[in-house]
């Protein structure tokens, strides 16, 4: 589905992401995770062309993505930024419809559409009609989500969606998040802090550690046969009480 081959980033004389090679099979949740500055979100932001390589490629279904493509490649992408992102003059509704709306959907099957993923991520129909600053926390979360489902996109991507919530909310929408990309099939990448939540997200786990990819696997893999020294490190700091 997509394929980052010798992708890497500065800013200057700071190396924010080492030369990287990731590969997403369709079907399956990545989760990136690793200290502040590891490089987890610029990585994200070169698989959405919001941020340009220095060197590499960025491929979707096996086709490279050139300069003149990303408008076309982001439509095939949702994104849930940290907080949501939600715009606060636009009702929910409008904030889910808000893309659909600009590619000239019909009003029926934006109705119908929202609709659906009202109930695929639980939302009452009413919170449709509120402004962001009307919601809770995770209906916010809901909201961003459903937007990014809206145009039924091949990749989902989610930058530390649920970072500012408090942890029942925070557990609950987890286990919501995981039986949604499963009943969706969707390819997923997500950014994550939380190893507890990167290992109940995602089919495997990404740690990186100073703009490198330290290793991958899930975390039995990572707890019982780490790659080095820090990896046992930072799962330790985890298991910890």
């Known amino acids: 589905m997509l ?11 700071l190396v924010a992401l080492q030369p990287t090679d990731l590969t997403l099979e369709p079907g399956q949740v990545t989760a990136l995770i690793g200290p502040s500055g590891c490089g987890k979100s610029t990585l994200l932001r070169c698989v959405m062309g919001l941020v340009t390589p220095n060197t590499g490629t960025v491929a979707l279904d096996g086709a490279p993505i050139g300069a003149a493509g990303w408008a076309a490649a982001r439509l095939r992408m949702g994104y849930v930024i940290q907080e949501g992102g939600l715009f606060p003059h636009l ?5 889910v419809s808000l893309m659909a ?11 119908d559409r929202i609709d659906s993923l009202r109930g695929l991520v639980q939302l ?7 402004h962001p600053g009307a919601l809770s926390g995770g209906q916010r979360q809901r909201i961003a989500l459903m937007r990014a489902l809206m145009l039924d996109p091949a990749l989902l991507l989610l930058d530390e ?9 925070r557990a609950d929408l987890q286990r919501e ?13 997500v950014v994550t802090h939380d190893l507890t939540e990167a290992a109940r997200l995602g089919d495997r786990i990404v740690l990186l550690r100073d703009g490198d990819i330290v290793q991958t696997g899930t975390l039995p893999d990572l707890r019982e046969r780490p790659a080095t020294p820090f990896v046992t490190r930072f799962v330790s700091a985890w298991d910890a009480p």
């Open 3 to 13: 394929e980052l081959c010798g992708v890497s980033v500065s800013f200057g004389t």
């Open 91 to 95: 009702t929910a509704r409008g904030n």
């Open 101 to 111: 709306e600009h590619l000239g959907w019909e009003a029926d099957r934006i109705a």
């Open 161 to 169: 969606p649920l970072g500012a919530l408090d942890p029942m909310i």
């Open 124 to 130: 009452p129909s009413e919170a449709l009609d509120r």
């Open 177 to 189: 998040l995981r039986a949604i990309f499963t009943d969706l099939g969707k390819t997923v990448l």
